[in-house]
Nanobody, 125 residues
Framework: QVQLVESGGELVQAGGSLRLSCAASGRTFSSYAMGWFRQAPGKEREFVAA????????YYGDSVKGRFIISRDNAKNTVYLQMNSLKPEDTAVYYC??????????????????WGQGTQVIVSS
């Protein structure tokens, strides 16, 4: 199983940008599909983006499509989430997730077996 640690969350003004990182332990990182989810207070965990093992295929939730970009660097065991044109409704704890052999598409949280501890993003209006 892979261990995940997110970083990069902070307070940012609406319209701004932020890049989250998720560092993974283990030698098999390149075998995992990776995903980002978020959870706002009182709401269910929401799918944000996913990327396949090679980085050649990505999928996005409707609420972030065209604003967020997921990418990965297998040499650094890291997956990124570039967030642009941020809105107050993007405020949430953002979680990184990993799963072996997953075909990316519209994902559910239950599709992923490994999770990070989360990083807080606050977008002020």
């Amino acid at each position: 199983q892979v261990q995940l640690v997110e970083s990069g969350g902070e307070l940012v003004q609406a319209g701004g940008s932020l890049r989250l990182s998720c560092a993974a332990s283990g030698r098999t990182f390149s075998s995992y599909a990776m995903g980002w989810f978020r959870q706002a207070p009182g709401k269910e965990r929401e799918f944000v983006a996913a990327i396949n093992w090679s980085g050649g295929s990505a999928y996005y939730g409707d609420s972030v499509k065209g604003r967020f970009i997921i990418s990965r660097d297998n040499a650094k065991n890291t997956v990124y989430l570039q967030m642009n044109s941020l809105k107050p409704e993007d405020t949430a704890v953002y979680y990184c997730a990993a799963q072996l052999g997953l075909r990316v598409g519209p994902q559910l949280a239950a599709d992923f077996g490994s999770w990070g501890q989360g990083t807080q993003v606050i977008v002020s209006s």
